[in-house]
């Protein structure tokens, strides 16, 4: 019974000692395959060894009890194997090499290993590609982008537009002046075209086509003068309806735009003229003619009463009807003027809220005001 049991003991551990062997195996080999893989990695980036680096035979380097042992594969049970041969643990410390691959070759330059080793510790491989820097890219164009868009905008809006000529802000103030003068307006229809909020701007675009806005502006030729030329003899005429209070003075630019206020007016919606023998004589202005209450209100209808001129029965109310309108204004207010200069006239009025438009910078480049 004892002699059973001894056997049974020692097969037992036979058995355990096998398994332990077993597990020290595998785990050395799993060790092997890493070091293996790394040491094939340093040998792909750097491969400056030296022919002497190649390392012995695996077969030199071992004693001859470790050959026997590798030689001899173990047997569950063998007998020439004693009890205190047993390893003190299940795990050995150290890594056996297979005899095929030997160990790893170490490379000459170990500083430049050290520094590639370091490199890949702080930054990490150049070709692994971090999810975060990846999602911030498409974030940094968006924001470059945005950034873009509101520098373009703010470009668009605060830079300096187009506008008129600064003389016009000043000759705009002397036409509130001017238009205070309640007798600007035609008698006997009480036509306002001159001073009508809508179209004041009527007399500024005249006074820049024709003076350049100089109030002292003089044409020898014509004999025309002031802000908005006219002769001596014929703004003293009109000047007589307005009823001033002071000598009428063609270089006042106050008395300039009135005197054009008033006989703008009156090409307009005409005039009724008491003569030297006391008769009434009716003039008529551009709204007593049917065609022309046509293009200017879509309406040839026109409204006739006895001792006054015919005006229009629409008002001219859109912007191409009041421009076709200023325009043959402008043919009845300089004689002989060509016509393109009456369609400049009529471009300039239509557009007095935008000097931007082309036509009119186009306008302006040959205007006095704008040469000099």
Known sequence: MSATSDLFENISDDDALWLADIETMTLNLGQELSAWREARQRALADDDFGPDDEPAPREEQ??????????????????????????????????????????????TRQPRADQRTRGLIDHGRRSVR??????????????????????????????????WPASVATVQSEITTACQNPDVASEPDQ??????????QILWVFSLMTSGDNPVFADAKSGREGLEPITPGQGGEVAWS??????????????????????????VGGAAITGSNGKLTV?????????????????????????????????????????????????QWLLGSPPAAAQEAGVLFENANNPGNPMV????????????
Request: overall charge positive.
């Open 62 to 107: 071992m004693s001859a009890d470790e050959r026997m042992a590798a030689d001899e594969p173990f047997r569950p049970g063998r007998p020439d194997r004693a009890h205190h041969d047993r390893p003190a643990s299940s795990i050995r410390a150290a890594t056996i090499y297979p005899v095929e691959m030997g160990e790893p070759r170490a490379a």
């Open 130 to 163: 971090h999810p975060r820097k990846l999602r911030r890219r498409p974030v940094t164009v968006g924001v470059i982008l945005l950034a873009l868009v509101a520098v373009a905008l703010a470009i668009l809006v605060f830079r300096p537009g187009a506008s």
């Open 242 to 267: 307005l009823n001033l209070h002071h000598p009428y003075n063609p270089l006042n630019p106050i008395d300039s735009l009135e005197v054009a206020a008033r006989a703008i007016n009156n090409i």
């Open 283 to 331: 003039q008529p202005g551009l709204e007593s003619n049917p065609a022309n209450c046509a293009r200017y209100t879509g309406s040839a209808a026109v409204i006739a009463r006895a001792g006054f001129p015919d005006i229009c029965a629409q008002p001219v109310s859109s912007g191409t009807g009041q421009a076709a309108l200023v325009s043959d204004i402008y043919g």
């Open 361 to 372: 910078q186009a306008i302006l480049r040959t205007l006095p005001a704008a040469n000099g």
């Open 191 to 200: 036509v306002n075209f001159a001073c009508e909020k809508s179209t004041s």
